[in-house]
């Protein structure tokens, strides 16, 4: 695939840079036009990523949120999210829609299902101690 631009981005894991990814990954993709209904997929997508590595990966510490974003030939778009956090034992199973780590019962356990369902492609990686990678891709509708 031919790499047509890109950008990266790296944020503390601070709840409030949630907002800030999702915009910059936005504005980043508004050249190619998007429709409302593409834009608001991949925010979607980006912000449950990023509340993942906010949430899960570093728990009560912080630690850097990579992102890098591509758009590629054939309007696809490539979003990976990587963190350095504490890393999934098991993507199976995280994978499954309702299961959370979480133990206070704040969260619902669907970050990976929303991503799922608003991309054309998800695909996780996770190596425990060491950290996850989150890569996203859509085909967007090309514009006549």
Same mark, same amino acid.
């Given at each position: @695939?031919l790499?047509?631009?890109? @950008?990266?981005?790296?944020?503390?894991?601070?709840?409030? &840079?949630?907002?800030?990814?999702?915009? $910059?990954? $936005?504005?980043?993709?508004?050249?190619?036009?998007?429709?409302?209904? *593409?834009?608001?997929d991949?925010?979607?997508?980006?912000?449950?990523?990023?509340? &993942?590595? =906010?949430v899960?990966?570093?728990?009560?510490?912080?630690? +850097? =949120?990579?992102?890098?974003?591509?758009?590629?030939?054939?309007s /696809?778009?490539?979003?990976?999210?990587?963190?350095? #956090?504490c890393?999934?034992?098991d993507?199976?199973?995280?994978?499954?829609?309702?299961? !959370? !780590?979480? /133990?206070? #019962?704040?969260r619902a356990?669907l970050g990976?299902?929303? @991503? *799922?369902?608003?991309?054309?492609?998800?695909?996780? +990686?996770? /190596?425990p #101690?060491?950290?996850?990678?989150?890569?996203?891709?859509?085909?967007? /509708?090309?514009?006549?």
């Open positions: @695939m790499v047509k631009n890109e @950008m990266k981005l790296q944020i503390p894991s601070r709840s409030s &840079n949630e907002s800030f990814a999702r915009v $910059a990954i $936005a504005s980043f993709f508004a050249q190619l036009d998007p429709t409302v209904d *593409e834009i608001a991949i925010k979607t997508a980006v912000s449950e990523a990023v509340t &993942n590595s =906010i899960h990966a570093y728990k009560n510490q912080i630690g +850097t =949120i990579f992102i890098h974003a591509k758009i590629l030939d054939d /696809k778009v490539y979003i990976r999210i990587r963190d350095k #956090g890393g999934i034992e993507i199976d199973q995280a994978m499954e829609p309702m299961f !959370t !780590t979480c /133990k206070t #019962g704040e356990g990976f299902a929303v @991503m *799922e369902s608003f991309m054309d492609k998800l695909r996780v +990686t996770s /190596k #101690g060491k950290g996850t990678t989150v890569v996203l891709i859509k085909t967007l /509708k090309k514009r006549i």
